[in-house]
């Protein structure tokens, strides 16, 4: 059974760097034509889709976010990570992982940004 579990801090100060890891389980990070996906959902508002990084380690950001974002894998653990730097308020919602063009999620997890 494919699964994932998103884990990081839920609480973040403002300026930080907020950093989430998605562990998976029942398939492998390199698996060949797989995407991992990061999507947001801030309190009141919609899906807000991050970036991906494809099977092959190459990534894609979303333009708003681009300048912020990081995300990377480390294939020996199975597990892929975002990074969004100088976080604001503004960047508080629950965060997803998941497997890109399927409905495979993670359960999500709640980031609060506050001092």
């Known amino acids: 059974q494919v699964q994932l579990q998103e884990s990081g801090p839920g609480l973040v100060k403002p300026s930080q760097t907020l950093s989430l890891t998605c562990a998976l389980s029942g398939v492998s990070i390199t698996t060949t034509n797989y995407a991992w996906s990061w999507i947001r959902q801030a309190p009141g508002k919609g899906l807000e889709w991050m970036g991906v990084?494809?099977?092959?380690?190459?990534?894609y950001y979303s333009p708003f976010l681009k300048s912020r974002t990081s995300i990377s894998r480390d294939t020996t653990k199975n597990q892929f990570s975002l990074q969004l730097s100088s976080v604001t308020p503004e960047d508080t919602a629950v965060y997803y992982c998941?497997?890109?063009?399927?409905?495979?999620w993670g359960q999500g997890t709640q980031v609060t940004v506050s001092s």
């Open positions: 998941k497997i890109a063009g399927s409905n495979v």
């Open positions: 990084i494809y099977y092959d380690g190459s990534t």
